[in-house]
Antibody
Framework: EVQLEESGGGLVQPGGSLRLSCASS????????MSWFRQAPGKGLEWVGF??????????EYAASVKGRFTISRDDSKSITYLQMYSLTTEDTAIFYC????????????????WGQGTLVTVSS | QSVLTQPPSVSGAPGQRVTISCTGS?????????VHWYQQLPGTAPKLLIF???NRPSGVPDRFSGSKSGTSASLAINGLQAEDEADYYC????????????FGGGTKLTVV
């Protein structure tokens, strides 16, 4: 069974930084792309970014709203995906979800499944 | 504002059929890209409900079905049950946007 467990959320001041982790198990982690999504309180789903598998270059892609502030990386030896967040603002307050991609990279017909349980990031002074 | 447009809310009585629409454009659904649907029960993470327009993952009841035509897609739920009360999101690919992953704003289904 595929399992994804996010950690690292918490309260951070505006302008601060935070690193989220996503521990994966139950599948050949290195063969798949991994993605991050977020959901602000009472709002809809927003894609944050994804990282391709090593076979597809291991490169990340980001949503315009976070590009230049967030960095996604992966450690295939530990089956962990990271989301490093800098220059956080109150607009970044959300539950962040780690999600497995069905392939090593994002393709036009891609869906996202399964989703981790999420970790809450609160940006407030 | 979401790239894909969904009604904010729909409702139905137990046993009824409801549909949720997802309207896009020639850059996403109208370009032939697949639509996927997610169900988010209160206080939980989203769960894949329909992939590739009309395919159900293992374990999803056949009361749920999806369709796509032109620049729109729809999720239908037959034989509505109380446990279907949730938020539903459509997702597709957009060839005009960086990153390409787009969602609808979500539809709250209330079982009255």
């Amino acid at each position: 069974e595929v399992q994804l467990e996010e950690s690292g959320g918490g309260l951070v001041q505006p302008g601060g930084s935070l690193r989220l982790s996503c521990a994966s198990s139950g599948f050949a982690f290195g063969e798949y792309g991994m993605s991050w999504f977020r959901q602000a309180p009472g709002k809809g789903l927003e894609w944050v970014g994804f990282i391709r598998s090593r076979a597809h270059g291991g490169t990340p892609e980001y949503a315009a709203s976070v590009k230049g502030r967030f960095t996604i990386s992966r450690d295939d030896s530990k089956s962990i995906t990271y989301l490093q967040m800098y220059s956080l603002t109150t607009e970044d307050t959300a539950i962040f979800y780690c999600v497995k991609m069905p392939y090593g990279t994002y393709r036009g017909f891609n869906w996202f499944d399964p989703w981790g349980q999420g970790t809450l990031v609160t940006v407030s002074s | 504002q979401s790239v894909l447009t969904q009604p904010p809310s729909v409702s139905g009585a137990p046993g009824q059929r409801v549909t949720i629409s997802c309207t896009g454009s020639s850059y996403n659904i109208g370009a032939g890209y697949d639509v996927h649907w997610y169900q988010q029960l209160p206080g939980t993470a989203p769960k894949l409900l329909i992939f590739g327009n009309n395919n159900r993952p293992s374990g999803v009841p056949d009361r749920f079905s999806g369709s796509k035509s032109g620049t729109s897609a729809s999720l239908a739920i037959n034989g509505l049950q109380a446990e279907d009360e949730a938020d539903y999101y459509c997702q597709s690919y957009d060839n005009s946007l960086s990153g390409h992953v787009v969602f609808g704003g979500g539809t709250k289904l209330t079982v009255v």
